[in-house]
Every structure is written in C-alpha cells, then in structure tokens.
C-alpha cells in the first residue's frame, strides 16, 4: 500500500499552467476549442471535484482530438485520463495503463523525444503499480536512454529514482540503494526537491531492510529537512518519512520509536486532510501496541484501519488481519481471531492465483511472437516458468499446512475454544476441498489459455510443446480434482487417476480411436508428494509414445501398471507394442521431456531401465 501511494503522489507535482477555462464550468465545456477542454481537464484531474462529470468531458474531448487535433494534444488527453483514473481510481488500473500507453503511442507519432522519454518513465510507474515489473524496467531503461542522448539532467534523477523503486519493490535492496544515490545529484542539481525528498523512500527502506539502520535514520532527517527548507507544501512527504522510519525501528525492535513516528505520522495526516481518510495508518500504530502486549489499545487501532481499508475497497491486505487475529486471541475472544485469520490466507491465496496467472500468460504470449532468434529464449522461458508454477504450488501447500497447525496449536493451547474446534473441523475440511477445487480451475484455466494460443501456431515443434504443456497442467489438475471428490484428501487413488489421464492424453492427440491404454493394476493409493511426480512421469511417457511409437495411423496398445512391494517400494511399468527406437539414431524434440523424467526420477528416489523389444518397455523402481 505504501509504495503504491508514494508512486501514485510523484506523479501529480510538475506544475502545469491553466488558461481561464479553469474556472469554466462543465457545462460550458461543450463547444469549446479542445485546448479549453484540455486545460479545464488537467485543473480537475486530481483535484477530486466533478467526478460524476469528468470521465464524459474527457471521453468527448477525446473523440474531437482523435478527428482534428495534433498527435501531441491527443497525448496529452490520454495522459490526462490516464491521471484521474490513477488518482481517482474510478475503474481498474488496467485503465490507467490503457491511456499511458496511448499516450506514448501518440508521442512517438508526434516524434517529441522529451515527451516520449517523459511518457515512458510515467508507463513505469503504472506498469509498477499493476504488479508488470518486467515491462516497467524495459520502459524506464528506454527512457534513460533517451534522457542520456537529450542530456536531460532532471529527468534522468526522476527515471533513476523510479528504478530505484523498482528493485525496492522486488526486493533487490542494494540495486535500490545504488540508483537512488545516482539520482539524488541530479535531482538537486536540477532543483527538484519534491522527488529529491521522495528519493530518501529507497534509502529509509533500502537500509533498513540491509541493517544499515542509522543511515535508514539519517535519510529520514534529510527528507524532512528537505521538505521543510523547500518544500513545505509537500505535506504527505513527512508523513510517508515517519511511517517509513516506524518500519525500521521494528526491524531494529526499538517500539517506542516506532510507535512516535506511527503516531506523529497519523497525527499529521489527520491534521491536514481529516480523521477519515487517514484511518489507515492506524494498522501501523495497532501493531506496536500488539508487539507491547497492550491488547486493549492495539485492537482499538487495528479494528479502526482494517475498516478503513475495507470501506475503501482495498481488500488485498494481509498482515493487518493477522495482527488483528493475534489481538483478539490473546484478548481471549477465539471465534474473531479464526474469522480474521481466515480472511488472511484467503487474501494471500487470492495473490498467489493472480501470480500463477500472469506467470502462464506471460508464457503464452512469448510463443506468439514467432520470431527465430526468440526460439531458443522461449525454450528456456517456459521451463522456468513451470519451475516458478511448481514451488507456487508448494508455498500453497506449505500455506495450507500451516494453517492446519496454527489451528492446531491454537485450539489446544487454549481449553476454552474446545467447543469451536468440534464445530469448525468440518468447516476446515470443506475449506481445504475448496482450495482444491479452486486450484484444479485455476489450472483448468490455464489449460484453455495455452490451447487458445496454440491454436494460433503454425510452427509443429512450437505447437507440440504446448500441447506438452497442457498435458502437464492436467495431470497436475486431475490430482487436486481427485482430491477435493474424494473421501480421503491427503491421497490419490492411482489406477482412477491414470484412467482419467490416459482419456484426456487420447483426446489431445485425438488417438482414441487408433491406441487403446491399458491400465493392468489393483486400486492403489499414494500420498499427493508422491502422485504429482509419479504423474507428470506417466504423462510424459504417454506423450512420447502417442508421438512416436505408432506412425502412419498404426494401432496399438499401451500397458501402465503401479505396484508396491512389502518394503513399500514402488514399481512402475509402461510398455507399447509400437515400432521401438532406432539405435544409434538422434532423439527426437527438443528433450525437455526426457530431462523432467530424469529429474521427476531423481526426486523419488527412484531408477529407469529402458528395453526395446516389440516395442518400448520402461520400468522404473522408486526406493519408500
């Protein structure tokens, strides 16, 4: 939240000039010359007057701009959009992004080379502000490049300052550290002491998440004596400046600091825009007070600024809810505690979702480019995205598990919640079926999005890899489907799933009608640890063979059978009855297939054996 805000706040500083359409009002607005509307726009922009009225105004200047007006007047009306929908947030910030990047379209057709580095150093913040770190480091090295050429001392401190918000909020603490000291010179150089005070953000973060904790402090007295030698209108500056220095006081446990520059920070928010909108601060000043052990004080706090941010519909916070959930647990009052723990992971599940989303669509959309010298990029892209999906799953799961023993530990430690734990057990199991339920569609989703895609591709060997790739993400989704319609949600019962798998494999290649998949084997069930592995090895192995075994539309049969041994030890077993491999003769794909068996493998515990005879026969024994 903090960061996003100090983004937002730069944005707006750079003075601009009005003619008397300013004081118009709206309805004179509707024959004006489109410059009247312009200025009358940029004056209202952030000033939160005529709401309801503005986004029509602007729309309509826009429609007259687009049939008459130069390329740079149009820019300047998307940017104009593009900073009420920030300031405002009327809509989703997708909007503001939509006009930023008209806006830029528009300054490379008007080829203003100021206005197009401008213009790509304001799509960074925005590109930021979405969560698209990627793009917003591409669009600010463009705009360094362009302020270089132009010697543009000021906006090169501004680009410079703004990368160094960027690896902030990646968490590349040094890189941080090191552009905001490259910009600090150029920012007082050229006299633009609003940034040069919102540059020492990094700096107090920066080294307080380093443990340079005094020079964290020593930056927080420069940003405030900035402000108040040259700045002294920038009223939000100290208030951020004290919030930030509260942060690392924590870090450095020294609570009664902390809770001075909470207080001065909300103090003075409140003496200059009101008690309401400043409520969210609160959550900063409850915590100490939870850290303090004065409960009492801390809920009183919490309560004020997690209803502040609800009421704003800014319903992505975590750790409020759970310093709120700490609270009332150790006030005694059990059922409010699990309600905001509950809301907690249900918010950082949301967040998780999102990630695996964008990290999917970032993957599909680098196989659209279709370029050769991106090929072997794309490659390598899409198995380091899976590796990001996999340890995604695996901090849900981890989250999911530690859930389950914060419960635990909960209700056991305190004998009076005995009645709430009888109540919510199966509350918690229908919880945890939902969440598979929700990772199944999720992946589900995922699934469709990369079909959708490669319907698009020509290229064979790009449109088998993605094929590839939907059969990963439904062998991975059948398990979390048999997991939340089963009786059992800790296992798998295999030969069901193998069965699923082997129709939806079939079905992919359209073979159903020319291989028949057998699975010869007795009901076995295995921990989810052990299936997903087991899973993708058997959907590769199909793959292969569907591939490669049977050419020319010849028929065949492909057995699966699992078994476990007294000792517990596994074997798995697939054979076909195709044409077998050639010896001495190159694989054929890529072999990324082939590399997660041997790695899936690995990971079991496990050894392959390979023989050809009347077909292909892999057998492979996995060690309990």
């Known amino acids: 939240m903090k960061i996003i805000f100090e983004i937002v706040m730069v944005c707006f500083y750079s003075g601009l000039g009005f003619s008397q359409s300013k004081n118009l009002s709206a309805t004179d607005l509707k024959d004006q010359p489109i410059d009247s509307s312009l200025n009358w726009m940029r004056s209202h922009e952030t000033s939160g007057e005529h709401l309801e009225e503005f986004h029509p105004i602007a729309l309509n200047t826009l429609k007259r701009s687009l049939k008459s007006a130069p390329d740079s007047i149009t820019a300047q009306v998307h940017e104009s959009l593009a900073n009420w929908h920030s300031y405002n947030g009327v809509f989703s910030p997708d909007s503001v992004v939509y006009h930023a990047e008209k806006a830029l379209d528009y300054h490379i057709k008007a080829n203003d080379k100021k206005k197009i580095a401008d213009a790509y150093r304001s799509l960074s913040i925005d590109y930021l502000n979405t969560g698209e770190l990627e793009k917003a480091q591409e669009v600010l090295f463009k705009s360094i490049d362009l302020y270089e050429e132009l010697n543009d001392d000021a906006g090169l401190g501004s680009a410079y300052r703004t990368l160094g918000v ?30 040069l005070a919102i540059a020492q953000f990094n700096l107090i973060i920066g080294y307080g998440e380093l443990g340079e904790y005094e020079k964290a402090y020593a930056a927080t007295e420069e940003c405030l004596e900035i402000v108040r030698t040259k700045v002294p209108e920038e009223i ?197 079926k939902e969440i598979h339920h929700r990772v199944k569609n999720n992946l589900e989703m995922v699934k469709s999005l990369i079909a959708l895609q490669s319907a698009q591709i020509e290229d064979p060997a790009t449109k088998d890899a993605m094929i590839a790739s939907q059969n990963r993400v439904q062998s991975m989704g059948i398990i979390h489907q048999k997991l939340y319609q089963g009786e059992n949600l800790g296992s798998i019962e295999m030969k069901d799933y193998f069965i699923n798998l082997s129709e939806g494999i079939l079905d992919s290649f359209n073979a159903a009608d020319k291989v028949k998949i057998e699975c010869a084997m007795d009901n076995l069930e295995l921990d989810v640890d052990t299936a997903v592995p087991i899973g993708l090895i058997v959907n590769e192995l199909l793959t292969n063979a569907l591939k490669y075994a049977f050419p020319e539309k010849q028929k065949g049969v492909i057995n699966i059978s699992l078994e476990k041994d007294s000792d517990q030890n596994l074997k798995l077993e697939i054979r076909d009855n195709g044409v077998g491999k050639t010896r001495g003769l190159a694989p054929i794909g890529t072999g990324f297939g082939s590399q997660l068996v041997k790695l899936l493998t690995q990971q079991l515990n496990g050894k392959m054996r390979e023989r050809v005879e009347d077909g292909t026969h892999i057998e492979f024994d996995f060690a309990r």
Request: proline share 1%; charged share 30%.
């Open 236 to 432: 939000f500056v100290p208030v951020r400046a004290y919030s930030h220095r509260g942060d690392v006081y924590i870090k450095a446990e020294d609570y009664e600091n902390a809770l001075k520059d909470y207080l001065k920070a909300w103090e003075l928010c409140v003496e200059h825009i009101g008690e309401e909108r400043c409520a969210t601060y609160r959550t900063e000043i409850g915590k100490i007070y939870l850290l303090q052990e004065e409960y009492e004080q801390a809920l009183d706090h919490l309560l004020a600024g997690v209803s502040a941010y609800e009421d704003k519909g800014q319903i992505g916070i975590v750790q409020p809810y759970l310093d709120l959930s700490e609270t009332y647990r150790q006030l005694d009052d059990f059922e409010n505690a699990l309600r905001y723990r509950e809301k907690a992971y249900a918010n950082s599940e949301k967040m998780l979702e999102d990630k695996i989303s964008s990290i999917e669509s970032e993957m599909a959309i680098k196989y659209e480019t279709g370029k050769k010298d991106e090929a072997l990029a794309s490659q390598a892209a899409l198995i380091e995205q899976k590796s990001k999906t996999q340890t995604l799953f695996i901090v849900i799961a981890s989250l999911l598990l530690l859930f389950l023993l914060s419960l635990l530990y909960f209700f056991y430690k305190n004998k009076k919640a005995t009645k709430i734990i009888r109540a919510k057990n199966a509350e918690k199991e229908l919880l945890l």
């Open 166 to 195: 960027k690896y902030r909020v990646t968490g590349d603490f040094e890189k941080s550290v090191t552009y905001t000291n490259q910009a600090i010179p150029l920012l007082e150089k050229t006299k633009n002491y609003s940034s």
